[in-house]
């Protein structure tokens, strides 16, 4: 299984230290000296993919390096477990084809020969008046041609009139709207908020498209109004920006596999990996200048532990990384970063005949305004990927539904993740009967398993963009240390993987 607990105890997890660490009689303790000297060892904060990827940019820089990550297992959100007797993700299992930056790191780990893309059979959306198949252009559900008269049954006659607006009017319609429902709403009206595009926002992002900062969800949407003339025509320019075909992509086995061979790759390299390792404060030598992580202490109450090193690369969620780094940086300029929403992932097993014509597709993304159905999103596993249909049997079906979503339109905070797993399969069940439309009970499911996410989304409301800028601005202050993950750099791999070598490739080490 990919991301294997690996667990280090406190004993085993040496403190890194340069030769002229603190306590070390070297006379290159003398500041200046120190700051002149290159930087040998680094510390990087969180095993998920973005910090497993840091460490392995800096071990390619020459650095000694040491990762931690609290949990007993390392990747992240693109994790493994085993439900039904298989080995499926618990968290991403597929990567965003934008850029080519997900498949040259998978090539480049030999993982190449089992990249995937996933069936054809289209995806479907959830709406009031029941079941459509999602609409093929535009993106984040924002229609490239609201005429389309396959829109109809999500807008109908006066909604698609009122989207159809969009191309007569001036580009400055709407350009002062910082959420992507406002935008949308400015520019083609309500309807395509509710209809089309809140079901997308919420199953991507688990957030309602007013309270989706546009820049930090779609970069160059608004730019692309000016450009182009109207909101259409630049969605279907971003659209078509990616490559043909596919828009996401997976890997035979699961995108756990990434996680696991990076950890592998690192291994080799001899990086040091510290599992169960939670690193609850950051310090710096006045002298040195190296930096100290803080680490809990496991079994041995009160007392503390500590990692040195000279560079430090925070590569936790952005509440964390705010409270880490907060001591170090200029109080007035540091953003108030919230945790993203939680999400609950339930994967069941069934044998359900009635499934093998995959009747919604490679899944379904639920409008929040659906009142008999509390899951935000299903994919069906085994219609998606055909790699999975190929391991279990004959009529056996993998749904995966996802609940939890923000705020609603309608302000309502949704409460189905204080149900317990029990409670929360029951709801599934329920749930994936109404979206497939054929009854699914107990007596059909093989096996079943609840996953929770509960710092894994970064939030992505008004405003995120403008405080990564400050806190990016914020950190040059400092000197050998970076930041990197998803609250960064945009949720998802292809956001991901680029930005985390970009940061690490700009560090400083002199
Ligand atoms: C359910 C789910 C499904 C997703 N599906 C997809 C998908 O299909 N495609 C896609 O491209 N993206 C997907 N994503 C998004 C993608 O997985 C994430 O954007 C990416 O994995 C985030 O990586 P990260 O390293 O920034 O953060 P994380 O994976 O969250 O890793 C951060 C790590 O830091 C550790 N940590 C936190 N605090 C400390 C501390 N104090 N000390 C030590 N360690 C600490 C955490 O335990 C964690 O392991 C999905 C995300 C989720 C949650």
Not at 173 to 196: E, F, I, P
Not at 356 to 363: E, K, L, N, V
Request: contains cysteine; glycine residues 10%; charged residues 20%.
């Amino acid at each position: 299984m990919a991301s294997q607990p690996q667990k280090v105890t406190p004993d085993q997890a040496n403190t890194l230290k340069s030769p002229e660490a603190p306590g070390d009689s070297s006379p290159a303790h003398a500041p200046d000296a120190v700051r002149s000297r290159k930087a040998r060892t680094a510390l990087v904060v969180g095993g998920g993919v973005s910090g497993l990827l840091a460490a392995r940019e800096l071990a390619d820089r020459g650095l000694r390096v040491v990762l931690t990550e609290s949990r007993d297992h390392f990747g992240g959100a693109v994790g493994a477990h085993q439900v039904g007797g298989m080995v499926l993700d618990s968290g991403a299992e597929s990567y965003a084809t934008r850029n080519a930056s997900v498949a040259e790191l998978i090539d480049d780990l030999g993982l190449g020969e089992a990249r995937t893309t996933p069936s054809r059979v289209g995806s479907w959306l959830y709406l009031p008046s029941g079941p459509i198949p999602m609409p093929s252009s535009g993106i984040l559900g924002i229609p490239a041609n609201p005429g389309d008269s396959e829109l109809r049954p999500a807008l109908t006659a006066a909604g698609q009139r009122r989207a159809a607006m969009d191309r007569y009017l001036p580009s400055s319609v709407g350009a002062h709207q910082k959420t992507l429902g406002g935008l949308v709403k400015a520019r083609m009206g309500q309807h395509v908020v509710d209809g089309l595009v809140a079901p997308v926002t919420m199953g991507i992002h688990s957030t309602h498209p007013n309270e989706l900062d546009v820049d930090a969800v779609a970069p160059g949407l608004r730019e692309g109004i000016r450009t182009y003339g109207s909101l259409g025509a630049s969605a279907a320019v971003l659209r078509a920006n990616s490559p043909a075909g596919s828009q996401v992509a997976g890997l035979v086995g699961g995108m756990n596999q990434l996680s696991e061979a990076l950890v592998n790759d690192l291994t080799r390299r001899g990086v040091r990996l510290l599992a169960g390792c939670d690193v609850i404060a950051v310090d710096r030598d006045e002298v040195t200048q190296n930096w100290i992580a803080i680490r809990r202490q496991e079994g041995s109450a009160g007392k503390r532990a500590a990692l040195t090193a000279d560079v430090l690369v925070l590569a936790t969620d952005g509440p964390t990384t705010v409270r880490l780094l907060g001591p170090h940086l200029d109080s007035d300029l540091l953003p108030e970063v919230r945790r993203g929403p939680e999400i609950a992932l339930v994967t069941l097993v069934v044998d359900a005949p009635a499934l093998d014509s995959a009747p919604r597709g490679t899944g379904v993304l639920v409008s929040d305004r659906v009142r008999t159905v509390r899951a935000k999103a299903l994919t069906h596993m085994t219609a998606k990927w055909q790699w999975i249909a190929d391991r279990v049997g004959e009529h056996r079906h993998i749904l995966r539904l996802s609940y939890g979503r923000g705020p609603t339109s309608e302000g309502q905070s949704i409460t189905e993740l204080t149900l317990s797993d029990e409670q929360l399969m029951s709801l599934a069940l329920h749930d994936a009967s109404r979206i497939m439309g054929t009854s699914l009970s107990r007596k059909y499911l093989q096996g079943a398993d609840v996953v929770r996410w509960k710092t894994a989304m970064p939030q992505v409301s008004i405003g995120h963009a403008q405080k990564v800028k400050a806190f990016r601005q914020n950190l040059t202050k400092l000197s050998r240390v970076a930041s990197v993950g998803a609250w960064l750099s945009g949720t998802g791999l292809a956001s991901l993987v680029p930005d985390t070598r970009t940061t690490i490739a700009d560090l400083d080490l002199g």
